[in-house]
T-cell receptor
């Protein structure tokens, strides 16, 4: 079964501090992993996907198959990063996404 | 580019009535559309996957006779909640894929808040 776990419901950091949002997955094959972000009163939007190996808005995420993790990191958090972050998995050639429960990040001034 | 709209954004209805929610891809042809349900402070749960011109594939536990999905064109999918009851009150979100460059990237609509009285 495919499963995505985000252990932290809430995460609060100060502006300029490093931030790491954890994501672990359970999948027997080779997954595609995504981070989606939802800013207040806005729709869900793609932040990054592991296959692109991009850095978006200063965020990066590395797929660690040994630890089955895809943690999202940013070295210096900004207030505008405050949002809900969802980790999602896609596997088995299917387009279906399985979402984690999300982590609400608050960056305090 | 890759904009998905939903209509209505908010709907309140009486128990026993049916409600239709539209999902449109505005600037691309969506080969696949997805319907999700999100309960307060919880994650998105996939309800069904629909491909243009074919029957939707429902996830386990989702009643296909209650949640009717039609994907009649490459830019429009509809979700009809039939004989709605208060427990159907939720936030319904659609997404669409098929926008070219990243063919399997899903682009999300803004969601529809359904309240059944």
């Amino acid at each position: 079964a495919q499963r995505v776990t985000q252990p932290e419901k809430l995460l609060s950091v100060f502006k300029g501090a490093p931030v790491e949002l954890k994501c672990n997955y359970s999948y027997s094959g080779s997954p595609e992993l995504f981070w989606y972000v939802q800013y207040s009163r806005q729709r869900l939007q793609l932040l990054l996907r592991h296959i692109s190996r991009e850095s978006i808005k200063g965020f990066t995420a590395d797929l660690n198959k040994g630890e089955t993790s895809f943690h999202l990191k940013k070295p210096f958090a900004q207030e505008e990063d405050s949002a809900m972050y969802y980790c999602a998995l896609q596997g088995g050639g299917s387009e279906k996404l399985v979402f984690g429960k999300g982590t609400k990040l608050t960056v305090n001034p | 580019g890759a904009v998905v709209s939903q209509h209505p954004s908010r709907v309140i209805c009486k128990s026993g009535t049916s409600v239709k929610i539209e999902c449109r891809s505005l600037d691309f042809q969506a080969t696949t559309m997805f319907w999700y349900r999100q309960f307060p402070k919880q994650s998105l749960m996939l309800m069904a996957t629909s491909n243009e011109g074919s029957k939707a594939t429902y996830e386990q536990g989702v009643e296909k006779d209650k949640f009717l999905i039609n994907h009649a064109s490459l830019t429009l999918s509809t979700l009809t909640v039939t004989s709605a009851h208060p427990e159907d009150s939720s936030f319904y979100i659609c997404s669409a894929s098929g926008a070219g460059g990243l063919a399997d990237t899903q682009y999300f609509g803004p969601g529809t808040r359904l309240t059944v009285l």
